[in-house]
């Protein structure tokens, strides 16, 4: 009977214990789906919403440009659709300034994406409006608020051009030279929005905020399973929500860790920013770019490497295999150093048609095929290569990443 009584408790307790694992499961998967969500908001609430902040950047429906390493400037608006459609107006770019809009949904997702192309570009709340008259592109969204997010670099490291371009960038209501036509009531005042805190939204407090984001939106059929799946999640334990959360959130760091593509020490970023086809369903992907870095370019528009070293003097050598082929150009610069970038019209060729770069905290002495970047005295030095319009060589194992080694200056 003794021995009756123990089988059951222990099959009781194993029982317990996977139904336990199988709650956490669920809340990881449904929050890895809903991390891009989550950290849109936080962006978007501290960059337009939250004026007090360190990071508010300005309201809605308003353009902010910031110039930025590398000789570009990041371009920011938040568009809030829910009173009416929104214009966009890009001006006429000059033709060494490289140029790439992207406008994404409140889940990350890219729905538009314009490289170097002037135009009028109209924003409407999906089942809210519609609006007649010329526009260059009229995009519909399913959601009430989306995100610009764009990169301008010029060639020749001119950062005065860039941001004397990107002023002439309008934004406001469509109905200044459109017609508008309202389909149903629009929505009363604006929202009330919670702060973001990290304890809060790594933890089972998450959950109603979460609700009130996903109302901003119309579910996808996609989404549908796991917005259901997140309405359940009220009915598990609080405990056992947070174990879950917990675990999504280490998965996540896990995988974000694993992806790029490595080549010679270097990194290349590939299938971290793109559409909702693009994805195909892999939340767990979509998640790690988000924590990786929110927005950036599709790889087809610019192609990303990275390398770190823990010296500040290095050589960094292309032969003629591993100098990118773009169709626009590309360009290699010091993190954290504005004017430490070079663009490839002012690199020199050394004998082989290849190319050499001194990186150090002095310039060498002069040699007619030698190119300087300057890093600071100390500490790990990151490097970053811009590659605007990449060919589809740039994709596959053909091309290779430069070698780096370290060395002193001569």
Not at 274 to 302: Q, W, Y
Request: hydrophobic share 40%.
């Amino acid at each position: 009977m003794n021995r009756l009584i123990l089988s059951l408790a222990f099959v009781l307790s194993f029982h317990g214990a996977v139904q336990a694992q199988s709650l956490t499961g669920k809340v990881a998967a449904v929050y890895t789906w809903a991390f891009p969500i989550l950290e849109n908001y936080r962006m978007m609430v501290e960059q337009a919403v939250h004026t007090e902040g360190a990071l508010y950047l300005g309201p809605f429906n308003t353009v902010h440009h910031e110039p930025q390493n590398m000789a570009g400037c990041v371009t920011t608006a938040w568009l809030d659709l829910r009173q009416e459609p929104i214009m966009i107006t890009i001006p006429p770019m000059p033709d060494d300034l490289y140029s790439v809009m992207r406008f994404s949904d409140m889940q990350t997702y890219t729905i538009a994406e314009f490289v170097a192309r002037p135009g009028t570009y109209v924003f409407v709340r999906k089942g809210k409006h519609t609006v007649t008259g010329k526009a260059d592109s009229i995009i519909v969204c399913d959601c009430d608020y989306i995100s610009l997010h764009g990169w301008t670099q010029v060639r020749g490291g001119d950062t005065s051009k860039t941001l004397n371009a990107l002023r002439n960038i309008q934004c406001g209501p469509a109905s200044g030279s459109l017609t508008v036509t309202a389909l149903s009531n629009i929505y009363p005042v604006s929202p009330n929005f919670p702060p973001y805190s990290l304890r809060t939204f790594t933890s089972a407090d998450v959950l109603p905020i979460l609700a009130q984001i996903v109302s901003f939106m119309d579910m996808h059929p996609d989404d549908r399973s796991m917005a259901l799946s997140m309405m359940q999640l009220r009915a598990i334990p609080t405990d056992s929500i947070n174990i879950g959360i917990a675990g999504a959130m280490a998965k996540i760091a896990g995988h974000m860790k694993e992806m790029g593509r490595p080549s010679n020490g270097w990194t290349i970023t590939e299938g971290l920013y793109g559409s909702r086809s693009m994805f195909k369903g892999d939340h767990l992907r979509r998640a790690a770019a988000c924590m990786d870095g929110l927005f950036g370019p599709s790889d087809h528009e610019t192609l990303v490497a990275f390398t770190f070293l823990p010296t500040p003097t290095f050589t960094i050598s292309f032969d003629k295999a591993s100098i990118p082929s773009v169709k626009r150009y590309w360009s290699i610069s010091i993190d954290g150093m504005p004017s430490s970038v070079l663009t490839d019209a002012e690199l020199r060729r050394n004998k082989k048609g290849g190319i050499d770069i001194v990186v150090s905290p002095t310039e060498p002495p002069a040699m007619a095929t030698t190119n300087w970047l300057k890093s600071a005295p100390t500490g790990t030095v990151g490097v970053t290569m811009l590659m605007h319009a990449p060919n589809d060589v740039m994709f596959t194992k053909k091309w290779n990443a430069p070698t780096v080694q370290v060395q002193k200056a001569r």
